[in-house]
């Protein structure tokens, strides 16, 4: 592992794991390689029998900033097969994130967007900076949040999904301690600080009684899906991806126009009304 690899982690002599998603130039979005990067983090960390504890942080101003529209536009071009294991990869990153045996902890900074709500629904405690946004903004550009709802469901129900996966709006730290999406707001400059001390509260509880407690929690969380439901987000979620609306949506973000589902009202008619 380099320093410029896409996901960093290290491991210390408390069994406290620091995964961090490593491409600030592009504000932490995930392509393939930053979800594989997860995946060989989870599979590395797997192995260590002194793990306690997973916290979970974005390189510079950013979190995650959901998926490189970039990287899903090519992919799209790509045969069916090659889209539904970039589905399927990135499914399974946030639902081993969720099934993790160990506790994790989510420190956000800046933007937290699409896949990066899913990645931190999936974490035991989240704690914000108060300079940090959020939006499950996908249906904006034609593509869908399937694969994360189950995760988003288990974290601030379905009553807030609805809104805000169908809106796509932005909202700040506060509003998302208030809907659950977080647990705690601090001040940037103390984001680091209220994690360690969050770490410190889990490492006091023991690792097996935390272990089988997460387990019955999970198994009674919309998250616990069957096979069968999980194979079916993610071909759905391949199969958005490859279409006419998203093709259009994605190409309304690189040309900075609105998409041509958007007809603005009238503000003339509706006065005269």
Not at 26 to 39: H, R, S
Not at 105 to 133: E, Y
Not at 165 to 179: C, D, K, S, V
Request: net charge neutral.
């Amino acid at each position: 592992m380099t320093n410029d690899a896409p996901v960093l982690w290290e491991l210390d002599t408390r069994g406290v794991a620091m995964v961090t998603f490593n491409r600030p130039r592009v504000n932490n979005a995930y392509d393939a390689e930053l979800v594989q990067g997860i995946l060989r983090a989870l599979d590395s960390l797997a192995a260590e029998p002194g793990l306690r504890v997973v916290v979970l942080r974005g390189a510079g101003k950013h979190f995650q900033a959901g998926a490189d529209l970039t990287w899903l536009q090519a992919v799209a071009k790509r045969p069916e097969a090659d889209n539904i294991l970039a589905s399927r990869e990135t499914a399974e990153a946030v639902h081993r994130l969720n099934t993790l045996p160990v506790p994790s902890v989510a420190l956000v900074q800046g933007g937290c967007f699409g896949g990066g709500t899913g990645i931190i629904a999936a974490c035991d405690v989240v704690i914000a900076a108060d300079n940090a946004s959020f939006a499950i903004a996908e249906a904006r550009w034609g593509l869908m949040a399937g694969i994360i709802i189950p995760q988003l469901n288990d974290a601030i129900g379905v009553r807030q999904v609805r809104r805000y996966a169908l809106t796509g709006e932005r909202f700040g730290a506060e509003q998302a301690r208030r809907i659950g999406l977080v647990h705690e707001v601090v001040p940037t400059a103390e984001l680091e600080a209220a994690g360690a001390r969050m770490v410190d509260q889990l490492l006091q509880n023991a690792p097996d009684a935390l272990a089988q407690t997460k387990a019955v929690a999970i198994e009674h969380a919309w998250g616990n899906m069957t096979t069968q439901g999980f194979n079916r987000l993610v071909e759905q979620h391949a199969a958005k991806r490859r279409s006419a609306e998203a093709a259009e949506g994605i190409a309304s973000f690189q040309q900075k126009r609105t998409a041509s589902w958007f007809k603005a009202a009238n503000r003339e008619d509706d006065a005269g009304s």
